[in-house]
């Protein structure tokens, strides 16, 4: 069973930063792509960014250039780096993480992140 534990959300003004660390319960070399995905109120679920475990990176239009995703495998962390953030990246926050070994991605609880104009 694997766990994803996400914290670093809360309430920012808009133009502000935030970062989203992700722990993993086991060595995140095993996850072939961990990500972060976003829910809005009212909406589906949507992808942030994503990284694999030879490090190639995608994010989302709606982010490039204000988003940074990066892992650490010493510490079994990825990290969701946010800067110039906006009201419209309100959202609750998600980690994602998919093996070769399991059809189905793991998802943490998520963490609301809160941008005020």
């Known amino acids: 069973q694997v766990q994803l534990v996400e914290s670093g959300g809360g309430l920012v003004q808009a133009g502000g930063s935030l970062r989203l660390p992700c722990a993993a319960s086991?060595?995140?070399?095993?996850?072939?792509?961990m990500g972060w995905y976003r829910q809005a109120p009212g909406k589906q679920r949507e992808l942030v960014a994503t990284i694999t475990s030879g490090g190639s990176t995608v994010y989302a239009d709606s982010v490039k250039g204000r988003v940074t995703i990066s892992r650490d495998t010493a510490k079994n962390t990825i990290d969701l780096q946010m800067s110039s953030l906006k009201p419209e990246d309100t959202a609750v926050y998600y980690c994602?993480?998919?093996?070769?070994?399991?059809?189905?991605?793991?998802w943490g609880q998520g963490t609301q992140v809160t941008v005020s104009s």
């Open positions: 086991r060595n995140i070399f095993r996850f072939a792509t």
């Open positions: 994602n993480a998919l093996t070769t070994t399991w059809p189905l991605p793991y």
